[in-house]
């Protein structure tokens, strides 16, 4: 019992850390899935099954290495000379990722609360560092109460959603359903750029729990969540015309068929978004102590304001030029991975 609760915590911080900005507001999922309708039904199926069979690779990767930060695991990927490179390159796109983590909050705060989007953005902020603070006892905790409400919720709306005549067949009907290079690759990057972010949070996790069956199955149970949600809100989201130019179609899913619950939802929305940002700058704050000894709090405040500079751009512009550009970027990373042995 004490083994699968294990790897339900560790299943949880896997989906918290995926689920972030775009993924829980529902633009990632539309930027790399339901503008393509059919075949982004397919992407994501080839996408839940790298997410179980990679995300529990990484984990198992690490016990094995014994790595501490996501640096070794990449150092055993691609040598000393060029990881070096890539760990500053991850560097780079987890504080990127996190300014994109505050914007969405902020744009939640301005567009769907009517409040401003500054508020939204020191709220993250300051409830961030509080929690962090506490390390992986503080990430396990938060996960744990909002990943189960997440995929509750989601499976009410997607419930909800289906009783509507033409649901599933709006799945085939889809206009933009022609196969495309970029809807065959979506599904790679996608899932390729995830788990390069993931790892920041997954390799010192695995570290700490030390147990290669429950990190099996932890990853195994992670990566089937990460697939029912995802396809759940794909079919809900097929629902809604002019999907693409929606900065929070999730939101508006809520708005259309399940009213009455919607502020809960949006609650969710923004535990999702919470949980991705202080995966992101945990696993920060793990590469930079090798190069910057100083109190671990003065770290997360540094990156925390680093992030806040960024989330002054537009949350909807950011995401869809930066998430693609990283996705193709993370190839290298994931291939490596795909064909390294487990040592």
């Not at 004490?2 to 949880?12: E, H, M, V």
């Not at 000379?81 to 909050?105: E, T, Y």
């Not at 960024?310 to 064909?339: A, C, D, I, K, M």
Request: aromatic share 16%; hydrophobic share 55%.
């Amino acid at each position: 019992m004490k083994a699968f609760y294990g790897a339900l915590q560790i299943a949880f911080v896997y989906v918290g850390t995926v689920i972030g900005a775009g993924f829980a507001t529902g633009k990632e999922i539309v930027e790399f899935f339901t503008q393509f309708g059919f075949i982004g039904f397919l992407g994501i199926m080839v996408s839940g099954y790298l997410f179980i069979v990679m995300g529990t690779k990484t984990m198992r990767v690490s016990i094995k290495l014994k790595a501490q930060s996501y640096e070794e695991l990449n150092e055993y990927l691609f040598g000393k000379k060029l990881a070096f490179f890539f760990n500053m390159a991850m560097l780079f796109m987890l504080i990127c990722v996190s300014g994109v983590m505050l914007a969405g909050a902020g744009a939640l705060f301005e567009e769907q609360l009517g409040l401003s989007k500054q508020l939204g953005i020191w709220l993250t902020i300051f409830g961030g560092v509080i929690v962090i603070i506490n390390g992986t006892k503080g990430l396990l905790a938060v996960n744990s109460f909002v990943v189960p409400l997440m995929i509750t919720f989601n499976l009410i709306v997607f419930l909800i959603s289906s009783q509507t005549p033409e649901f599933f067949s709006s799945l085939f009907s889809s206009a933009s359903s022609d196969i495309s290079i970029q809807s065959i690759v979506s599904p790679f990057a996608y899932t390729a750029f995830n788990l390069a972010l993931a790892q920041a949070v997954l390799v010192p996790v695995a570290a700490e729990i030390n147990d290669e069956r429950t990190i099996r199955w932890g990853g195994i149970i992670g990566g089937l969540f990460l697939t029912i949600i995802l396809l759940s809100s794909h079919f809900v989201l097929l629902q809604l015309p002019d999907v693409t130019s929606l900065e929070i179609p999730m939101a508006s899913v809520m708005n259309n068929v399940a009213y009455g619950i919607s502020g809960i939802y949006l609650c969710i929305i923004y535990g999702e978004i919470f949980t991705s940002i202080i995966g992101n700058i945990y696993g920060l704050e793990r590469q930079l102590s090798h190069y910057w000894p100083i109190q671990p709090i003065l770290l997360y405040i540094s990156v925390f304001l680093i992030a806040f500079c960024l989330s002054q751009l537009h949350y909807g512009r950011l995401l869809s030029f930066l998430y693609p550009l990283f996705g193709y970027f993370s190839f290298l990373f994931f291939f490596l991975l795909w064909v390294k042995p487990i040592k």
